[in-house]
């Protein structure tokens, strides 16, 4: 099989796994996006084996490496907000600051206190 | 008329993607964010034009529909990882979920002291989740993609810069710990950091984040109407 071909093929499956996850939301009817429920069924079928690695890994690598680019749309809805930015500016830093290193320390500190034991149980 | 402006501004918004991209590979500063830059530029021309958000919106869906198979290929290094979920399973499940539980509910108290209106304050409070997942919560539960999508690029712009340093003041020496804190706590970005300290750091970053995703998508439904 060609190369492109081949890609084309993973693509196709990866479109496939992300459309099944949305059908998924959209009949459990939980508040939980669609990328979720097809990120863990994408999981779950190449750890039971029915997808192998080689199914999709050229084309999730290409999409992975080029992920930022499809924020670049979505950002651009900015520009509806520039005010808010404006006069909101300060609160919005401090927000972003502190609840950013306050949970930084938390998983830093728990991790670093479960990993010991992580590690004891396994040595 | 409208076909035109979707086609030059598609044409226009990868051309600024590969261009910042090209910048940032170059000089490597987590200052030169590609999303930040590509889409000031794009809302500069749009601007300049005089073209309303909402003539952008149609060419911006064609864009974004890879997108969610982008979100889906997430799986696959968390499967190439999942010796470090097994052996790390503890440290992962108290420390990404309490964190970004925690994320959450300090943005929303801070941003309603703050007096922020709702839609922002719904906004903020997923931003500790990579952009995927952050901003379909965000929309779900009443806020803005477009905002959550800001915050979630100066979350992890702050990250790049500040992480590492910060771990280290706060105590935290063990990779494990620093790899799956930065991975948490600042996505994409942060998971880079991780990488230039060690592969194992950056294996858990990269796995943090995808976790930290899947944590922000299931606990927001509950904690962010207590807030609100």
């Known amino acids: 099989m060609s190369k492109a071909l081949k ?30 429920f097809g990120m863990v069924l994408l ?37 509806n907000w520039g005010r ?13 600051v502190i609840s950013s290193v306050v949970p930084l320390w938390l998983v830093g500190f728990l991790a670093q206190y479960s990993a010991r034991r992580d590690k004891g149980c396994n040595s | 008329m409208q076909q035109l402006i979707t086609v030059f501004f598609i044409a226009f918004t990868v051309a600024s993607y590969v261009f910042f991209r090209r ?20 809302i500069a021309v749009l601007l300049f034009c005089g073209v309303p ?11 974004t529909y890879l997108l969610g ?13 999942r010796h470090l979920i097994r052996q790390y399973r503890w440290a992962i499940m108290t420390g990404v979920g309490l964190a970004t539980a925690a994320s959450m509910a300090t943005a929303m108290v801070i941003a309603r002291l703050g007096g922020l209106t709702k839609v922002v304050v719904v906004s903020l409070a997923p931003k500790g989740a990579t952009i995927p997942f952050a901003a379909p919560v965000a929309e779900m539960m ?31 020496r063990d990779p494990v710990a620093r790899g799956l804190a930065m991975g948490t706590m600042f996505h994409g970005q942060g998971t880079a950091m991780a990488l230039t300290e060690g592969e194992q750091q950056g ?17 927001a439904p509950l904690l962010i109407p207590l807030f609100v």
């Open chain 2, 142 to 172: 009443g806020g803005d993609p477009a905002l959550t999508a800001a915050f979630c690029v100066a979350t992890a712009t702050f990250g790049a810069l500040c992480g590492l340093s910060a771990l280290t003041r706060l105590g935290i």
């Open chain 2, 53 to 63: 958000y909402e003539d952008y919106k149609p060419g911006a869906a064609i864009m």
């Open chain 1, 84 to 96: 808010l930015f404006y006069e909101e500016g300060l609160v919005l830093a401090a927000a972003v």
């Open chain 1, 7 to 36: 890609f084309a093929a993973q693509l196709i499956l990866l479109c496939a796994v992300s459309w099944l996850g949305n059908q998924a939301a959209l009949l459990s009817g939980l508040p939980v996006p669609g990328n979720v």
């Open chain 2, 203 to 219: 294996a858990m970053a990269g796995m943090a984040m995808g976790l930290a995703g899947v944590f922000t998508a299931l606990i």
């Open chain 2, 23 to 42: 910048l940032h590979m170059k000089y490597r500063s987590p200052l030169l964010n590609v999303v930040f830059l590509g889409a000031a530029a794009v």
């Open chain 1, 43 to 79: 999981f779950g079928l190449l750890c039971l084996g029915v997808v192998k690695l080689e199914y999709v890994q050229e084309a999730a690598d290409f999409l992975l490496k080029h992920m930022l680019f499809f924020f670049i749309p979505l950002a651009v809805g900015l520009m």
């Open chain 2, 69 to 81: 198979p982008a979100t889906v290929a997430l799986a696959v290094p968390l499967y190439k990882n």
